[in-house]
Nanobody, 120 residues
């Protein structure tokens, strides 16, 4: 149906930056909200940032002012620019998309996750 392909993760020192990308492909009619969530070691998945098709954004409290989410609706792609990274940002980051399929069903999809490691 729909595949979300994430890229851009890796390891960085504290204070550094990384940019995550997520491209949605498949039987897509339109993509509504897209976003990033993360699973911290030993914790539940938490909100990092979301963005609507109109460009409205929402951020988790722990990343406000450091992370920026953006998207290209024509490419069904969302990015997460992460700056001033801290060791506590270390997590598996998951892309999420709310998709209207060509079958007219509306479903929510997750990417497989990508590791981000920030060392002190």
């Amino acid at each position: 149906q729909v595949q979300l392909v994430e890229s851009g993760g890796g390891s960085v020192q504290a204070g550094g930056s990384l940019r995550l990308s997520c491209a949605a492909s498949g039987s897509i009619s339109s993509v509504y909200g897209m976003g990033w969530y993360r699973r911290l070691p030993g914790n539940e998945r938490e909100l990092v940032a979301t963005i609507t098709s109109g460009g409205s954004t929402n951020y988790g409290d722990s990343v406000k002012g450091r992370f920026t989410i953006s998207r290209d609706n024509a490419k069904n792609t969302v990015w997460l620019q992460m700056s001033s990274l801290k060791p506590e940002d270390t997590a598996v980051y998951y892309c999420n998309a709310d998709v209207r399929l060509t079958t007219l069903s509306r479903l929510n999809f997750w990417g497989p996750g990508i590791q981000v490691t920030v060392s002190s």
